[in-house]
């Protein structure tokens, strides 16, 4: 069973998805059970993967690492995410972009149910 806001991983190609709605059955990719990830919230390592939030002008920016996230060809941060009761916004990086995003909300983000970002090297990782 899944349930909304799953996030699920296929090891054989690298496909992603997210629940939208949830349902009895499991998720398959390349004819095998998607893994469902776990998201990290403590930093360790000398890289940084959890988001910061930090309010803006419109709304508010997510920074990923209280040391800046590397955004190199073969490691970077490929989103992020900020899902409230009333929408999920997710903002694409490519290797070469500040690994930040920010984020348009009419009522200053106010209602955040979680910010993740996604490291193509270390998986997913959420703010707490």
Same mark, same amino acid.
């Given at each position: 069973? &899944? *349930?909304?806001?799953? =996030?699920?991983?296929?090891?054989?190609? @690298?496909?992603?998805?997210?629940?939208?709605? /949830?349902?009895?059955? @499991?998720?398959?990719?390349?004819?095998?059970?998607?893994?469902?990830? *776990?998201?990290?919230?403590?930093?360790? *390592?000398?890289?940084?993967?959890? +988001?910061?939030?930090? +309010? /803006?002008?419109? @709304?508010?920016?997510?920074?990923?690492?209280?040391?800046?996230?590397?955004?190199?060809?073969?490691?970077? =941060?490929?989103?992020?995410?900020? /899902?409230?009761?009333?929408?999920?916004?997710?903002?694409?990086?490519? +290797? @070469?972009?500040?690994?930040?995003?920010?984020? &348009?909300?009419?009522?200053?983000? &106010?209602? =955040?149910?979680?910010?993740? *970002?996604?490291?193509?090297?270390?998986?997913?990782?959420?703010?707490?």
């Amino acid at each position: 069973m &899944t *349930a909304v806001k799953e =996030i699920y991983y296929c090891p054989a190609c @690298g496909n992603i998805v997210e629940v939208v709605n /949830s349902g009895l059955g @499991g998720l398959q990719c390349c004819g095998k059970p998607m893994v469902k990830m *776990a998201a990290n919230s403590v930093d360790a *390592a000398v890289e940084k993967h959890v +988001p910061i939030v930090e +309010p /803006s002008e419109n @709304g508010i920016l997510v920074k990923v690492g209280s040391v800046e996230h590397p955004m190199d060809e073969d490691h970077y =941060i490929q989103w992020i995410e900020v /899902s409230s009761d009333a929408r999920v916004m997710r903002a694409y990086l490519k +290797p @070469g972009m500040k690994p930040q995003a920010e984020f &348009t909300c009419p009522c200053k983000c &106010t209602h =955040i149910n979680s910010v993740k *970002a996604y490291c193509n090297k270390h998986g997913l990782w959420k703010k707490d």
